[in-house]
């Protein structure tokens, strides 16, 4: 790659400048250009002049000391020149124990993504990966995919194109559109043969597919329903791939356990579409809902899980009497049979029911976090209807392109229902502005979004405001319309479990296991579960909880099926 299209990594150094540029050059050369200048008003005069040259900045990196200033005031200062680049504190390792106060504080005021010690030496193998990470991170959400895996042939303005490319941003899949007359995309057309409609994908895979859908995509990447083996039993099917079934897979597959998992969209569920989760144990420097997804697909399917994607559940119930008890989960034209199911199907966002709203979805309008229009919102006016975490990451991801992020939320206050955190961080992010106590009562656009009518639910009037993008991330309504009757839910439609199903629904006379549905055998975790914390880790955590239930289950069947000798769960 040639010096002009290389991102850069700017070093603003101090008395340790020679030895952070040397180290970084070795390292990130081949792929960036490494640059260092001496000063915090020599590296924001640098900085000008990249953007001014319309370099792309991936990373800029300042020494605690600077001959004029300090890192913290000069980070702070980076996002008013450029606001997607990646910025770190480099800190001598004999001040790091001093300094560890006012970094945090820094850090959690969002003058800077985070600090680490300056290399102690060759291979610092701790330096670079948070270096690395934070680069990957830039890479995914920031700069467009220098290498592709998958090409979508498209007229611009195409929404089904829109809805695949937002699909293959989920996934983790590198990809391009391609305008149907450029060279590349005449050969795939060719390819396709003569009557294939547009929108046309080349997967990964090489499979191409004509008037691709979202589910038809995602069926081509992981293996199609009809690939299901005739007959086979599995001892544990997974229904939905967010956070709680990818944990479930993961600890199922582990133990040796055949495990099925059914999804109908992209694997992540809502969390996949979050730009970063901050809060998740075990990432200091945060975690996009895309990297955790992929990272937990790819560990479930190591153990041995096997992934059905592009077609929802429709039905869940027994298996035939004169077959060994199990239960049977239909997807469109095909069925799977499971010892145990876990429903994991999360919850969906609710629709705003506004006046000309429906007919611009995908045409400014937007369901979920839509990490993949973030691009598209380059110095526009951006709203965010939703007063939780995904609404707070969304706008804080999306203020690092459009011109201006403002937050509607109906509540009083955005602390009601968002982590403190994500609060600070609004607040400390000077494009973003927050109307609380507000909702849109219309919108409308001449084929594209162009303006919102907002209303104060306090008595306050009505205003029109033009707006570019609506993101709409507001409450949620348990994706549970397609389960029978004999499955208890509360009144708002979420998963009973446990002694929360009232006792007159009790199985045998007995209150199902914890995580236990009132059909034995049949387990509901995470978001789709009443009274659930709405939490990613949470989500996570109930996944691999419902494993030992899992065991008991397929113990007592193996007794009913063999005798008490074969009661004994495996492990």
């Known amino acids: 790659m040639d010096d002009l299209h290389r991102p850069v990594i700017l070093v603003v150094g101090g008395e340790h400048a020679r030895e952070a540029e040397e180290e970084l050059r070795a390292r990130y050369d081949r792929d960036y250009r490494v640059e260092c200048v001496h000063g915090a008003a020599a590296g924001l005069e640098h900085l000008r002049t990249l953007v001014a040259d319309e370099a792309q900045v991936a990373?800029?990196?300042?020494?605690?000391?600077?001959?004029?200033?300090?890192?913290?005031?000069?980070?702070?200062?980076?996002?008013?020149?450029?606001?997607?680049?990646?910025?770190?504190?480099?800190?001598?390792?004999?001040e790091y124990a001093a300094a560890l106060d006012t970094l945090r504080a820094a850090a959690l005021r969002r003058d800077m993504d985070t600090f680490v010690a300056l290399p102690r030496g060759t291979r610092d193998e701790e330096f670079h990966i948070a270096l690395v990470e934070l680069l990957s991170e830039w890479g995914w959400s920031v700069a467009r995919p220098t290498v592709t895996a998958t090409e979508v042939v498209a007229a611009a303005g195409d929404r089904q194109a829109a809805a695949v490319h937002d699909l293959l941003e989920r996934l983790g899949i590198p990809n391009r559109r391609l305008d149907p007359d450029e060279d590349d995309a005449r050969a795939i057309l060719e390819e396709a043969g003569p009557d294939a409609e547009l929108p046309v994908v080349r997967a990964y895979n090489g499979r191409i597919l004509g008037a691709a859908t979202p589910g038809a995509v995602a069926e081509a990447m992981y293996g199609g329903f009809d690939d299901i083996p005739a007959g086979e039993i599995a001892d544990v099917v997974v229904v939905g791939a967010g956070p709680a079934g990818l944990a479930a897979a993961v600890y199922a597959a582990s133990e040796g356990l055949s495990t099925v998992v059914l999804e109908r969209d992209a694997i992540g569920g809502q969390a996949g579409s979050s730009s970063m989760i901050r809060n998740y144990l075990g990432f200091p420097r945060g975690i996009s809902g895309m990297r955790l997804a992929q990272r937990s697909r790819v560990q479930a399917g190591r153990f041995g899980a096997r992934f059905y994607t592009g077609r929802a559940a429709v039905r869940v119930g027994p298996g035939p009497d004169d077959e060994p008890e199990h239960h049977h989960v239909h997807v469109e034209g095909a069925q799977m049979c499971a010892r145990t199911v876990v429903l994991a199907t999360g919850a969906a966002y609710r629709r705003l029911d506004v006046p000309g709203l429906e007919g611009l979805v995908g045409a400014g309008v937007f369901y979920g976090a839509a990490t993949s229009m973030a691009r598209e919102m380059a110095d526009r006016d951006v709203y965010v209807v939703g007063g939780g975490n995904s609404a707070g990451q969304a706008a804080v991801h999306l203020a690092k392109f459009a011109g201006s992020v403002t937050v509607v939320v109906r509540r009083a206050d955005l602390a009601a229902?968002?982590?403190?955190?994500?609060?600070?961080?609004?607040?400390?992010?000077?494009?973003?502005?927050?109307?609380?106590?507000?909702?849109?009562?219309?919108?409308?656009?001449?084929?594209?979004?162009?303006?919102?009518?907002?209303?104060d639910r306090d008595g306050g009037g009505s205003v029109t405001v033009g707006a570019d993008g609506l993101f709409c991330l507001?409450?949620?309504?348990?994706?549970?319309?397609?389960?029978?009757?004999?499955?208890?839910?509360?009144?708002?439609?979420?998963?009973?479990?446990?002694?929360?199903?009232?006792?007159?629904?009790?199985?045998?006379?007995?209150?199902?296991?914890?995580?236990?549905?009132?059909?034995?055998?049949?387990?509901?975790?995470?978001?789709?579960?009443?009274?659930?914390?709405?939490?990613?880790?949470?989500?996570?955590?109930?996944?691999?909880?419902?494993?030992?239930?899992?065991?008991?289950?397929?113990?007592?069947?193996?007794?009913?099926?063999?005798?008490?000798?074969?009661?004994?769960?495996?492990?």
Request: charged share 25%; hydrophobic share 40%; proline share 8%.
């Open 474 to 571: 507001l409450g949620a309504e348990p994706d549970c319309g397609w389960l029978p009757p004999e499955l208890a839910r509360d009144e708002d439609g979420y998963v009973l479990t446990g002694r929360d199903v009232p006792r007159d629904r009790w199985p045998d006379g007995r209150p199902p296991a914890s995580l236990e549905t009132t059909v034995p055998g049949v387990f509901a975790v995470g978001d789709v579960r009443s009274g659930s914390m709405k939490r990613v880790a949470s989500a996570a955590g109930e996944g691999a909880s419902v494993l030992p239930l899992i065991h008991g289950h397929l113990a007592s069947l193996r007794e009913r099926e063999f005798g008490a000798s074969a009661a004994r769960p495996r492990r």
């Open 417 to 455: 229902a968002m982590s403190d955190y994500l609060v600070r961080e609004i607040a400390a992010t000077p494009t973003i502005s927050v109307r609380t106590s507000t909702v849109v009562t219309d919108a409308g656009g001449d084929g594209w979004l162009r303006w919102l009518r907002l209303a």
């Open 59 to 94: 990373m800029v990196l300042a020494e605690l000391r600077l001959p004029d200033g300090g890192a913290v005031d000069l980070l702070h200062q980076v996002p008013a020149v450029v606001s997607t680049a990646r910025r770190v504190a480099l800190v001598p390792v004999d």
